[in-house]
Structures are given as structure tokens and as C-alpha cells.
């Protein structure tokens, strides 16, 4: 259920219908509110999927070095996702389904 402190045209939390408010470091955010997908992954979603897992159960290790490490390269993004998205870019190499890990 979304609460409205101060009327329709102040930011809200929660959800209302389709739509979802919160509040993400300091801003207002509303978003819809996500559908599922009924159909089966293609071959590249299959390896997106499987490179992003590899990089974020990697990043979890290193958590706080990335957050220091990043902290000024990352520009509206946390450090740990610019992190991310150089390793998702340029450390995973090979092909799919036999990627190093």
C-alpha cells in the first residue's frame, strides 16, 4: 500500500496500482511496477544472465573496495556498479556456456 503525506502532487511511497514511489539516495523516485515474462530466455539472454552472475558473485567479495576504489570514476552510479559493469565488459572473456570462473 503506498502512502501520500502530503497530497497528489507531493512523492509517495509504496505502491499505488502500477506504479511504485520510493525514495533512492536522496531523490524521488516512480517507476512501474515490473511484469513477468512468460517466455522461454533466448541464447544470448542465457549468457548475459550467466556473465552477470559470475561478476556479481565476484563483486560481493571485493564489495568494499570497490566502493572505495570507484568512488570517483563512478558518475550516477554507485561504485560497486561501475565496478560491475568494467568487469561485465572487459574481464569475462570465452564463450558461453564455458566461461572461467
Same mark, same amino acid.
Given at each position: 500500500?503506498?502512502? +501520500?503525506?502530503?497530497?497528489?502532487?507531493?512523492?509517495?511511497?509504496?505502491?499505488?496500482?502500477?506504479?511504485?514511489?520510493?525514495?533512492?539516495?536522496?531523490?524521488?523516485?516512480?517507476?512501474?511496477?515490473?511484469?513477468?515474462?512468460?517466455?522461454?530466455?533466448?541464447?544470448?539472454?542465457?549468457?548475459?544472465?550467466?556473465?552477470?552472475?559470475?561478476?556479481?558473485?565476484?563483486?560481493?567479495?571485493?564489495?568494499?573496495?570497490?566502493?572505495?576504489?570507484?568512488?570517483?570514476?563512478?558518475?550516477? +552510479?554507485?561504485?560497486?556498479?561501475?565496478?560491475?559493469?568494467?568487469?561485465?565488459?572487459?574481464?569475462?572473456?570465452?564463450?558461453?556456456?564455458?566461461?572461467?570462473?
Amino acid at each position: 500500500m503506498g502512502k +501520500m503525506k502530503n497530497g497528489i502532487l507531493d512523492a509517495f511511497s509504496g505502491t499505488i496500482g502500477r506504479v511504485v514511489g520510493t525514495l533512492w539516495r536522496g531523490v524521488v523516485i516512480m517507476r512501474s511496477k515490473a511484469h513477468s515474462l512468460k517466455k522461454a530466455d533466448t541464447p544470448k539472454q542465457q549468457e548475459q544472465k550467466a556473465k552477470f552472475k559470475i561478476a556479481a558473485d565476484f563483486t560481493q567479495t571485493i564489495y568494499d573496495l570497490l566502493i572505495a576504489g570507484f568512488r570517483d570514476q563512478a558518475v550516477q +552510479m554507485t561504485g560497486v556498479n561501475c565496478g560491475l559493469s568494467l568487469i561485465l565488459t572487459e574481464a569475462i572473456d570465452g564463450a558461453y556456456p564455458d566461461f572461467p570462473e
